[in-house]
């Protein structure tokens, strides 16, 4: 099969263009969410009104429904307030209106460049492209307290 010029550069431009875009991790917050009941909400509106608690759940089980357990990672730099804000807006999209038992950690996380990696793979010479760097991490139990 015989490719023009103009199409196969066309086309190498795009394969390329794709690769690179999803070449990079670890440049973002990352939300990891575990379901056990589904109640949401499609606007983020009222976000604000769920509450946050550092302790666990003394309500009995009949006065509220576990939603899901949530995990915030943090980016570089990335403030424990700024993490609280994810928290609150993930919990709130589920249908929660709490979240008991918060913990504030740090993680080691990895980010670099699967391009740049791929590149210098075969150079001995070539330094690693990736950075480690401790981020906050924000755990919590998403749950819909019935008022």
Known sequence: MNLRPETFITVFIIVCM???ASCFYGYKTEVTVIPENKIT???LEYFREVELFNGTCELPDSVYIRIASLKVEGKKNTTESEL???LRQKAFKLGANAVFDIKVDQET???GSTLIELLTAFDKNSESSEEEYQALVITGLAVYIKY
Do not use: I
Request: charged share 35%; aromatic share 8%.
């Open 109 to 111: 996380r990895t980010r």
């Open 41 to 43: 909400h499609d606007s």
């Open 84 to 86: 609280a804000e994810l």
């Open 18 to 20: 794709l690769c690179f």
